[in-house]
C-alpha cells in the first residue's frame, strides 16, 4: 500500500517525484483548482493557459504532465481533471471528484517514490476522498507475475511498483480531525484493495476452505469472533441452500460467520454475502464464453467480509455480523440437477429449476441464518444475475428492499460514498411466477426482470420484521475494460464503502 502523509509544507520546496494539481473544466477553457496557487505561481500566473496549450481541458480523468518551474525539488508536475469547476465557490470540489482525480495522479505515477497531492483541501472529508482515491488508484494485483512468491517480488520483477509515498498537501498532521480522516480513508481502502485481491485471487487457490481460512487468520488480527462451518456441520445443521450447491465440487462448502461487537452498541447490522469462489453453472453449465471471470462470483462475500473488518478497524459503536456463504458450483455425478428439490435452512422447500441460479440458493440459507440473531436490519450484496447488467450496465448496482424507507437509505448511502447504484422494485406480479407444483417455491420465475425475481426469492428467506436490501452488483464488481478513476482492471471491491457508511450511519443513529 501507498504510504500517505499529511504536510503543510510548499509545493516549491518539497522534495518529490511529483506535484499533483488539479485542472478544472471552466466556461471559458481549463481552471486551476485551489491548493495549486503556489505552483500557478511561478508559472507567473500563466499555468492555466500553458495547459490549455498543452491541449488541456480540465475534464474529468484527464492528465497532462509538463516540467516543473524553475526552483521546484520536483522535477515534474501532473495536473488531472476535476470535471466542471463548481458553480458555487463555497460549495468546493465534490469528493468523488477528488477522489476519481487522485486516483488517476497514483495510478500514472506507478514506479514513483513520492507524490505530493496539492488537490483543492477545504476540510477533513476533502482530505479523505483524496486519501481514498490515492490509495484505490495505485492498487495492483501482481503476486502471481514473474514466478514471485509474495507480492514484493513479483512487482520487482514485472515493471513498476505502486507509488511509495503520498504527501496530501492541506493537510495537517497535528489537527485531530485531519488525522481522522486520514486514519479512516487508510482503514477503508485497506480492506476494500483486500477485497480485491480475493475477487482476483484464482479459484484453484481461494476455494471455500481457503477464504473461510484467510477470514479466521483477519478476524483473530482484528478482536472478530469467527464461526466456520464446514461440510459436516451444514449437513448437521441442515443447510440444504449451500450444501446443494457445493455438493457437486471436490472443493466442499463452507459458512462463516464473522461477529464485530463493540461494547457501547445498541444497534446490530447483518451483512450476507454471495460467495461462489467458481461458478461452472453446475449441470446448467454456462455457454464458452461466459467461464472465463467467474472467479469473481464471491464478490459480494469479499466484499462483506472487508466491511466487517473495517468496521472493527474504526472501532464503530454497532454490532456487526458477517455472513459468508461459501460454495464452488460444478457439475459432476454429486451436483444438483435441474428438477431436485431442496429443503433449505429455514425449513422452505425449493424446486431447482436451474442450477445456474445457485447464488439465490447460498444466500436463502445465510439469510435466514442472520434473521435468527433478528437484527435491526440486513443487507446482502451479490454478483447475482445478468439481468441487473442488462438493467443497469457495468457501473451501477441495484438495490432492492422490503421497506421503501430504508431501500432510499441504502442508495443515498451509496451515492454518498461515491459507489453508483439504482433503486429497484419488487414487483408482487413477477413472484406467481415462482409457484412450484412439487415444492414450496422454485429458484427461477419468469424471465423478463429477472433480477427483480431474484430479489424476490430473497425476501422468501429475511425473518419478519426484518429491514432488508439485497445489492445486486453484478455490473460493477469486476471490471473487464480499462481502468478508470480509481478503478483497476479486475476486481474493484464494489459495495464495499456503501457496507461501511451503513455501519457508520446506524453507529451515529442516522440509519432510519
Known amino acids: 500500500m501507498t504510504a500517505l502523509t499529511l504536510s503543510t509544507a510548499a509545493a516549491p520546496g518539497l522534495r518529490a517525484d511529483a506535484i499533483v494539481i488539479g485542472v478544472a473544466k471552466g466556461a471559458q477553457g481549463p481552471v486551476v483548482a485551489p491548493g495549486a496557487e503556489a505552483v500557478d505561481k511561478a508559472y507567473d500566473g500563466k499555468l492555466a493557459g500553458v495547459l490549455e496549450t498543452l491541449g488541456a481541458s480540465g475534464a474529468e480523468g484527464e492528465l497532462t504532465k509538463l516540467p516543473a518551474p524553475a526552483g521546484f525539488k520536483a ?26 482525480a487522485a486516483g488517476v495522479a497514483a495510478r500514472a505515477l506507478s514506479g514513483s517514490k513520492k507524490a505530493a497531492f496539492a488537490l483543492p483541501v477545504d476540510g477533513p472529508g476533502a482530505l479523505g476522498a483524496i486519501g481514498e482515491g490515492v490509495l484505490l488508484g495505485a492498487y495492483s494485483f501482481d503476486v502471481y507475475k514473474g514466478g514471485a512468491q509474495d ?7 514485472n515493471g513498476k511498483a505502486p507509488l511509495a509515498e503520498a504527501a496530501l498537501l492541506g493537510g495537517k498532521p497535528r489537527d485531530a480531525a485531519h488525522k481522522g480522516a486520514l486514519a479512516r480513508a487508510v482503514a477503508v481502502s485497506e480492506e476494500l484493495n483486500r477485497a480485491r ?25 482484528h478482536g472478530i469472533k469467527v464461526q466456520v462451518l464446514d461440510d459436516k456441520a451444514l449437513a448437521k445443521g441442515g443447510y440444504g441452500g449451500i450444501l446443494g450447491v457445493g455438493g457437486g465440487s471436490a472443493a466442499t462448502p463452507r459458512l462463516v ?35 472465463e471471470t467467474m472467479k469473481c462470483d464471491m464478490s459480494g462475500a469479499a466484499a462483506v467480509f472487508a466491511a466487517v473488518v473495517a468496521a472493527a478497524r474504526l472501532g464503530l459503536e454497532v454490532d456487526v455480523t458477517g455472513w459468508l456463504a461459501l460454495a464452488e458450483n460444478m457439475p459432476s455425478g454429486s451436483a444438483v440437477r435441474p428438477g431436485d428439490v431442496l429443503r433449505m435452512y429455514s425449513g422452505k422447500t425449493v424446486e431447482v429449476l436451474n442450477t445456474d441460479a445457485e447464488g439465490r440458493l447460498v444466500l436463502a440459507d445465510a439469510l435466514w441464518a442472520a434473521s435468527q440473531e433478528n437484527p435491526d436490519a440486513i443487507v446482502d450484496v451479490a454478483t447475482l444475475t445478468g439481468a441487473m447488467m442488462l438493467a443497469l450496465g457495468t457501473r451501477t448496482f441495484g438495490v432492492m428492499a422490503n421497506d421503501d424507507a430504508f431501500r432510499t437509505a441504502v442508495h443515498e448511502a451509496a451515492e454518498e460514498v461515491g459507489e453508483p447504484a439504482w433503486p429497484m422494485p419488487l414487483p408482487e406480479h413477477l413472484r406467481k ?5 412439487v415444492a414450496d417455491i422454485a429458484n427461477m ?14 425476501r422468501e428467506f429475511v425473518g419478519e420484521g426484518i429491514a432488508w436490501a439485497h445489492l445486486d452488483i453484478a455490473g460493477p464488481a469486476f471490471n473487464e475494460g480499462g481502468p478508470f478513476g480509481y478503478t483497476p482492471k479486475g476486481g474493484t471491491g464494489s459495495a464495499v464503502r456503501t457496507l461501511v457508511r451503513l455501519a457508520e450511519l446506524t453507529a451515529e443513529g442516522d440509519l432510519g
Open 197 to 221: 485481491d480475493l475477487v482476483n485471487m484464482p479459484p484453484n487457490d481461494l476455494t471455500p476452505a481457503a477464504f473461510a481460512a484467510l477470514a479466521q487468520t483477519a478476524a483473530k488480527e
Open 151 to 157: 507480492a514484493k517480488n513479483a512487482k520487482a520483477k
Open 75 to 100: 522535477p515534474l508536475v501532473v495536473a488531472v481533471g476535476l470535471g466542471a469547476e463548481p458553480a458555487d465557490e463555497d460549495a468546493g470540489y465534490d469528493a468523488e471528484a477528488l477522489r476519481k
Open 433 to 437: 411466477g415462482m409457484d412450484s407444483q
Open 257 to 291: 460467520k464473522l461477529s464485530y461487537k463493540h461494547p457501547k452498541a445498541d444497534k446490530h447490522l447483518a451483512f450476507v454475502g454471495k460467495g461462489i469462489t467458481y461458478d461452472s453453472g453446475g449441470i446448467s453449465l454456462k455457454p464458452a464464453g461466459h467461464n
Open 445 to 458: 420465475g419468469e424471465r423478463w426482470g429477472g433480477g427483480l425475481v431474484a430479489g424476490l426469492f430473497l
